[in-house]
C-alpha cells in the first residue's frame, strides 16, 4: 500500500515538474512589418517559432522537451542527421498530416516524406522563404581528415519572417560563406567544442556579416559570457544568451 501511495505521488510530482519545466521555457518576441515573430528557446541546438497563425520546430529533440505539452508543427526544419539534431519520436509526436518537413539528404535517409534541401537551395513555403546554407568544419576533426561535420552533408537555414531575416547556423564553424551573409537580423551561432565554434570564432563570423541580435546557441559548458565581452567594441549586435546548453 505504501509503495503504491509513493507511486502515486511520484508520478505527479514528474508530471506537474514536466508541466511546470514546458511552461516556463524562455521566449522572445521580435516585431516585423507583418506581426511578432515568437522565438521559443527549448534546448541544445532545438527552437520553436510563431509566426502568422504558422508553428515553426527547428531540430526537435525529446531530450529537451516534452513535446506532447507543445504545438503541433506546421514546419519542421533540420539541420543534420545527428542524434541531438533528427529525433523520430520527436518529430511524429508534432507532426500532422499536413506538415512539411525540411531536411538534408542524410536525414531523408532516415525519415521520408520530406522536401530535400541542398546547401544552396531556396524554397518558398507557407509564406516564408527558407534558403539552406553551408554547415561544416574546418578546424575541429573527429579524426585526421575527418571533420565532425563535412561540407555539403549539414544545412543552417536562413528564414525570412515578413522584413526579418533569421539565420540558424546549424552545426558549423565559421566558415568562408558567412563572410557573403547580407542583412542578417538575428542569428543562432552554435559554441560547443569540439563540435562546433569556439567564443572567438563566433566573434570572428559575428563581426563579418553583423547581425542585429546574435543568439549564442548549442552552447554545452562554453562560457557565453565572453561573447559579449569580445564584441564590447560592436554596439550594433546585440548579444542575447538565453538557456540553450
Keep these: 500500500m505504501n509503495k503504491q501511495f509513493m507511486s502515486v505521488v511520484m508520478s505527479v510530482f514528474f508530471c506537474s515538474f514536466s508541466a511546470f519545466a514546458q511552461e516556463n521555457l524562455e521566449s522572445d518576441i521580435i516585431k516585423t512589418a507583418l506581426g511578432d515573430i515568437k522565438i521559443t528557446f527549448i534546448g541544445h541546438g532545438t527552437l520553436m517559432f510563431d509566426f502568422g497563425g504558422k508553428v515553426i520546430h527547428l531540430d526537435p529533440v525529446g531530450q529537451y522537451a516534452d513535446y506532447s505539452k507543445l504545438p503541433k508543427a506546421d514546419i519542421i526544419l533540420i539541420t543534420h542527421e545527428h542524434s541531438d539534431h533528427l529525433d523520430i519520436t520527436a518529430i511524429e509526436t508534432i507532426r500532422k498530416d499536413t506538415t512539411i518537413l525540411i531536411m538534408t539528404e542524410a536525414c531523408s535517409a532516415k525519415i521520408?516524406?520530406?522536401?530535400?534541401?541542398?546547401?544552396?537551395?531556396?524554397?518558398?513555403?507557407?509564406?516564408?522563404?527558407?534558403?539552406?546554407?553551408?554547415?561544416?568544419?574546418?578546424?575541429?576533426?573527429?579524426?585526421?581528415?575527418?571533420?565532425?561535420?563535412?561540407?555539403?552533408?549539414?544545412?543552417?537555414?536562413?528564414?525570412?519572417?515578413?522584413?526579418?531575416?533569421?539565420?540558424?547556423?546549424?552545426?558549423?564553424?565559421?566558415?568562408?560563406?558567412?563572410?557573403?551573409?547580407?542583412?542578417?537580423?538575428?542569428?543562432?551561432?552554435?559554441?560547443?567544442?569540439?563540435?562546433?565554434?569556439?567564443?572567438?570564432?563566433?566573434?570572428?563570423?559575428?563581426?563579418?556579416?553583423?547581425?542585429?541580435?546574435?543568439?549564442?546557441?548549442?552552447?554545452?559548458?562554453?562560457?557565453?559570457?565572453?561573447?559579449?565581452?569580445?564584441?564590447?567594441?560592436?554596439?550594433?549586435?546585440?548579444?542575447?544568451?538565453?538557456?540553450?546548453?
Aim: net charge positive; proline share 7%.
Design 112 to 245: 521520408g516524406g520530406g522536401i530535400v534541401l541542398k546547401n544552396g537551395d531556396r524554397k518558398s513555403v507557407d509564406g516564408l522563404e527558407i534558403d539552406a546554407v553551408p554547415a561544416y568544419n574546418i578546424v575541429h576533426m573527429r579524426s585526421e581528415g575527418v571533420p565532425f561535420h563535412k561540407k555539403g552533408s549539414g544545412n543552417g537555414y536562413i528564414i525570412k519572417y515578413s522584413d526579418k531575416k533569421v539565420y540558424i547556423a546549424g552545426d558549423t564553424e565559421n566558415i568562408p560563406e558567412m563572410k557573403n551573409l547580407e542583412k542578417i537580423d538575428i542569428a543562432f551561432l552554435p559554441m560547443n567544442l569540439p563540435y562546433t565554434m569556439t567564443p572567438e570564432m563566433v566573434v570572428d563570423a559575428a563581426k563579418a556579416f553583423k547581425p542585429k541580435i546574435l543568439y549564442p546557441y548549442h552552447y554545452g559548458d562554453t562560457d557565453t559570457s565572453r561573447i559579449a565581452s569580445l564584441l564590447k567594441d560592436m554596439p550594433d549586435i546585440e548579444v542575447r544568451i538565453r538557456k540553450l546548453k
